[in-house]
């Protein structure tokens, strides 16, 4: 461990990261009268939205649904300007809710921690940050993010490439001038799928190296109109708390209460065409078998797929486009402006790796099995190490000096996604087994963070020094995550929701697909029954 000299500080409370979930915990924390403090890797607040900068970048759940619920003056105040907000848009929304509350003050930026070890005796969390210096607090809050550990792929010869690099996780803050040059883009999830129409734009040739295609609807993005804002803000508290407690996902959405199998192929057909038209994830409502009944799925896959061979002129880059090997909603889908249009122009070329690997990256671009392909610039849009990334890059000890990452080499254990057996005191927002990106994350994050801090008060009216789950309750919890995943399609993708994008990674289906108003309830039950299934000392 470095040593910087400096005091060793202690608060109640240190919490890592200070994106969404990180604010809110400062904000809530300290209302109850902890003190507290956020470390943060970046420069600046905002998580995600302070990262992905790249061309394109915005949200997939409505802006009038994807912002904090938790203060009315706030939600009145604020004002989005499109149905789907920008990345600068959040990220100046992250701002305000930060100045709006004097948040900053108990945020140090530019520090990442490094490890968070256990002290049984005192009880307490020692925090290292990366400049050695150590804090300890009673409670530590990983508030690090589900899609915060960006990855580069391992491909031959990366290091050697001689042209400029970015990645859609970590964009530069600069401005990015791609005028007139050959830009490779490789990756064809969410991120890839925003961003390329953008890049294609301005590149002079743009190619886009395809491993798996994705299915993307159309976002039909526009700017708000009053009425419709004024439809929201007059019924806020009523329209959040119907997304809280009455839907999965933590959005309102036009849920469909019929199966696709109670619909003629016609009525499927102007349905699909109805919800295509009004633009989103709307789309993956218009029935209710869609994600757990094969013959339903395909329904919606083959719609899609027709979708692609209208719009794509080019008949063999339609059915490259078009995936075949896993059901649709299986993986997230991904919501577009003028994806599938955008190989249409004579400027984009998709590279099939599937058929044609990438053999390496050479010093002038990237060679594949069938040939060499010359860039100047290259951009890895290639996800992150989702869930457990950036919580594994920690080296946390607890109980005993025992480590996190072995014990989740298995995959991932926590009860609720909340808390890990053998880690007292150590809290996670939107861990592994919580709805958290099958959800509105945002609506996660309120309840996760409303949990953990409300549970912390209580422990210090009960005169309580520890809190950890019960191994007998981890271990249902984790049971019943899995066999809720089971009974849905959603295991048949080798997608990232199952650690399948990472080498290695344990295949384990780590978010809970039961939705956020069962789990709510759930979490709510345990409260109400002193916290079942945690022990306390
Ligand atoms: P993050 O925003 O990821 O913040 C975590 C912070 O922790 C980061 O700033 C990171 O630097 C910091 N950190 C991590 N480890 C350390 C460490 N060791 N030391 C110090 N700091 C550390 N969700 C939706 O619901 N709807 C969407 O439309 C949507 N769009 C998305 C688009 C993109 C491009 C991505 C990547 C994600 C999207 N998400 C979306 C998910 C999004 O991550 C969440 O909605 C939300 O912003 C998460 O907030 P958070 O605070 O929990 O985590
Ligand atoms: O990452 P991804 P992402 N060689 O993992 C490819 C959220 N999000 O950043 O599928 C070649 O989806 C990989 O190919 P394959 C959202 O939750 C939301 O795009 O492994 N290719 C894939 O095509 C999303 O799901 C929005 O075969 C390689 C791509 O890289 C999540 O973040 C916007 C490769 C990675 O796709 C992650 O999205 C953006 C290799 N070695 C993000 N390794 C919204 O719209 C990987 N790939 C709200």
């Not at 457990?388 to 996604?417: C, E, F, Q, V």
């Amino acid at each position: 461990m470095k040593d910087s000299g400096k005091a060793r500080r202690n608060f109640d409370v240190a919490i890592v990261g200070a994106g969404f979930s990180g604010l809110y915990l400062i904000y809530r924390l300290r209302r109850l009268g902890f003190t507290v403090r956020a470390f943060e890797t970046a420069s600046d607040i905002g998580g995600t939205w302070y990262w992905n900068r790249y061309p394109g970048a915005r949200c997939d759940v409505e802006s009038m649904q994807y912002s904090y619920s938790f203060d009315e003056d706030l939600q009145q105040e604020w004002n989005w300007s499109e149905r789907f907000a920008t990345q600068p848009e959040i990220l100046s929304y992250a701002q305000h809710v930060a100045q709006r509350f004097d948040l900053k003050r108990d945020v140090e930026l530019d520090t990442t921690i490094e490890s968070a070890v256990y002290d049984e005796a005192a009880p307490s969390w020692t925090l290292t940050t990366d400049k050695g210096e150590a804090v300890s607090a009673r409670f530590c809050v990983m508030a690090t993010g589900c899609l915060s550990a960006a990855r580069d792929p391992e491909i031959k010869g990366a290091e050697t490439f001689g042209g400029e690099v970015y990645r859609t996780g970590n964009w530069p803050h600069r401005p990015v001038d791609l005028a007139g040059k050959r830009v490779g883009v490789i990756g064809t999830g969410s991120s890839a799928i925003q961003a390329i129409p953008e890049i294609a734009k301005t590149a002079g040739h743009l190619l886009v190296f395809q491993r798996t295609p994705n299915f993307s609807v159309p976002a039909k993005n526009a700017a708000l109109s009053p009425d419709y804002v004024a439809s929201w803000k007059d019924d806020y508290p009523a329209l959040r708390k119907r997304a809280r407690e009455e839907t999965r996902s933590g959005t309102i959405y036009e849920f469909a209460t019929k199966s696709a199998h109670a619909a003629t192929e016609e009525e499927r057909e102007a349905e699909y065409q109805r919800r295509w038209d009004k633009g989103g994830a709307n789309f993956m409502h218009a029935y209710n078998d869609l994600v757990v009944d094969e013959a339903a799925n395909r329904t919606a896959a083959e719609f899609v797929h027709r979708k692609i061979r209208e719009i794509v002129k080019d008949a063999r880059t339609a059915d490259l486009l078009s995936p075949k090997d896993y059901p649709i909603f299986t993986k997230r889908i991904c919501v577009d402006t003028d994806y599938y249009a955008t190989f249409n122009r004579p400027n984009v070329t998709l590279v099939d790796i599937r058929t044609d690997p990438i053999d390496a990256i050479t010093p002038g671009g990237i060679r594949t099995a069938g040939g060499h392909y010359d860039l100047d610039v290259l951009i890895y849009a290639t996800g992150f190490d989702a869930m457990t990334g950036a919580l594994n890059r920690i080296d946390i000890r607890g109980r005993g000096g025992r480590d996190l990452r072995s014990k989740w080499a298995h995959g991932p254990r926590a009860y609720l996604g909340l808390m890990s057996a053998g880690f007292p005191n150590l809290f996670m927002v939107t861990g592994p087994g919580s709805p958290s990106v099958l959800s509105n994350v945002i609506t996660s994050i309120e309840q996760h963070v409303e949990f953990i801090t409300d549970c912390i008060a209580h422990m210090r009216e009960q005169a309580r020094a520890e809190i950890e789950p019960d191994a007998a309750a981890e271990d249902a919890w984790v049971a019943h995550v899995g066999e809720v995943a089971a009974g849905t399609l959603l295991t048949k993708a080798a997608s990232w929701y199952m650690g399948a994008n990472i080498p290695g990674k344990p295949r384990v289906f780590m978010p809970y697909v039961g939705g956020v108003d069962r789990y709510r309830r759930t979490c709510n039950e345990i409260v109400a029954k002193g916290y079942e299934g945690f022990v306390f000392a």
